[in-house]
């Protein structure tokens, strides 16, 4: 069971990589009226990076390293583009927390994961809103 609980995490870990890296192509695509909320959100994926890595430690595991790159999902050409892409990389950050929700064992990582999962799904919301996409919610986020 800690074996699982421990690659949950890991897997929340990989999708704020995912994220922190992703987020410096919003930022560089959306307009300037939006590059602050990309920056606070950016702030938030590094502090929750940063606790899950301490949770991994705690475990006397080393926490996974972000990849140099990442594969973008589609082509971001425009500030629509960069808006979709946020909500894309929270829909991402949402499906490594419900895994981690899945697997945990400890009261600690459950609500954490559950905590992170539901900030994702906020995020996620708000990206979708201001892009235009429809629905703006998932029903179940990280499924």
Known sequence: MREAEIEGLQAALRAEHSAIWGYGIVGASVGPETRQAVRDVDAAHRVARDELA???RLRR???????????L???V???????QLAAFLEAGVAKGYAFAISQAVSQRAKAFSLSALVDAALRQTTWRQLSGSTPL???FPGL
């Open 54 to 56: 301490d949770l991994i």
């Open 77 to 83: 050409a425009d500030p629509a583009g960069g808006l």
């Open 61 to 71: 595991v080393d926490p996974d390293s972000a990849e140099v790159s990442y594969e």
């Open 73 to 75: 999902p589609f082509p």
């Open 137 to 139: 919610s998932p029903e």
